[in-house]
T-cell receptor, first 111, second 113 residues
Framework: GEDVEQSLFLSVREGDSSVINCTYT??????LYWYKQEPGAGLQLLTY?????DMKQDQRLTVLLNKKDKHLSLRIADTQTGDSAIYFC???????????FGGGTRLMVKP | NAGVTQTPKFQVLKTGQSMTLQCAQD?????MSWYRQDPGMGLRLIHY???????DQGEVPNGYNVSRSTTEDFPLRLLSAAPSQTSVYFC????????????FGDGTRLSIL
């Protein structure tokens, strides 16, 4: 079955870049997603990448996809205190009807 | 724009009690789903629906029932609550599945004593 793994915690200083990593197992995934969860709130879709792409950039966010290694990363440039949250990567399954989430990476941004 | 609305926000139950978690969306989305979030485990899919009258099981369906009589509503029922069902429950919807962004509600925090 599908398995998505992330490191639990990342701490950076304000203004630095943050890189959150994710590995997945389902090579047939069509889309891979990054979600952000702030305390007490639901999940907010940040960005997603189609499986035939290597990179996607959206303002401060850069997503890199290495299909050979099944590795996905999210880079946040000029990280701000408002970026402190839990970040989840997710992949859709072969049938396209289910998202499998990683356990989430808690990003702490120090002023 | 209400988006996805979940009620209640908090609930405490005793073991064996039943209850229904409500989820409503006003975006005319066909796809709706329920997830539970447990510490360190991300979100796991309980049940989903691709349209009114159609439901299917996700990864962890045992102990939960759903129905989809209208496009807008997708309630989740706990028939006989167990402590293992203590969790945060999220409802999500999207126009269709696939690359459509999933819109999440703010969650229901459920404790089973």
């Amino acid at each position: 079955g599908e398995d998505v793994e992330q490191s639990l915690f990342l701490s950076v200083r304000e203004g630095d870049s943050s890189v959150i990593n994710c590995t997945y197992t389902d090579s047939s995934s069509t889309y891979l997603y990054w979600y952000k969860q702030e305390p007490g709130a639901g999940l907010q879709l940040l960005t997603y990448i189609f499986s035939n792409m290597d990179m996607k950039q959206d303002q401060r966010l850069t997503v890199l996809l290495n299909k050979k290694d099944k590795h996905l990363s999210l880079r946040i440039a000029d990280t701000q205190t408002g970026d402190s949250a839990i970040y989840f990567c997710a992949e859709n399954n072969n049938a396209g009807n289910m998202l499998t989430f990683g356990g989430g990476t808690r990003l702490m941004v120090k002023p | 724009n209400a988006g996805v609305t979940q009620t209640p926000k908090f609930q405490v139950l005793k073991t064996g009690q039943s209850m229904t978690l409500q989820c409503a969306q006003d975006m005319n989305h066909e796809y709706m789903s329920w997830y539970r979030q447990d510490p360190g485990m991300g979100l796991r899919l309980i049940h989903y629906s691709v349209g009114a009258g159609i439901t299917d099981q996700g990864e962890v369906p045992n102990g939960y029932n759903v129905s989809r009589s209208t496009t807008e509503d997708f309630p989740l029922r706990l028939l006989s609550a167990a402590p293992s069902q203590t969790s945060v429950y999220f409802c999500a919807s999207s126009r269709i599945f696939g690359n459509q962004p999933q819109h999440f509600g703010d969650g229901t925090r459920l404790s089973i004593l």
